[in-house]
């Protein structure tokens, strides 16, 4: 089952195939870097970066429609600014980098194929 569901990126193009590929290509360029830096905050036990990452992600998850993601990252953000339920972070954050990475693979086919 499909992860992405572009909708309201779509909506919020309007049309503008250029806008929407662009889009696609910035997530699929800074994510990975973003995903990255989960593992890090969290391994470092770094609650205001990986508070602050998540923060981040949440947005870019939203345009591109992965909404099983939204309150995962949603709980990460504030386990990590409260620093409450630190022993759930490692499963989300496994979660989210697993999710967001077959995310990426279908982003990038639907890249391909309409080129």
Known sequence: M?????TYLKELAGGNEE???DMIQKFV?????EL???????KDKNWT?????????RQALS?????????IVASIEDFAKDEKNLDQLPELVEST???TNESL????ETQSSST
């Open 2 to 6: 499909p992860h992405v569901d572009l």
């Open 19 to 21: 806008f929407l590929n």
């Open 29 to 33: 360029q800074k994510t990975p870097d």
């Open 36 to 42: 990255a830096e989960l593992q890090t905050h969290l």
């Open 49 to 57: 970066r990986l508070r602050a990452i998540a923060h981040k992600m």
């Open 63 to 71: 345009f591109m429609g992965i909404k099983e993601l939204e309150d």
């Open 97 to 99: 980098v697993r999710i």
């Open 105 to 108: 693979e279908e982003l990038k």
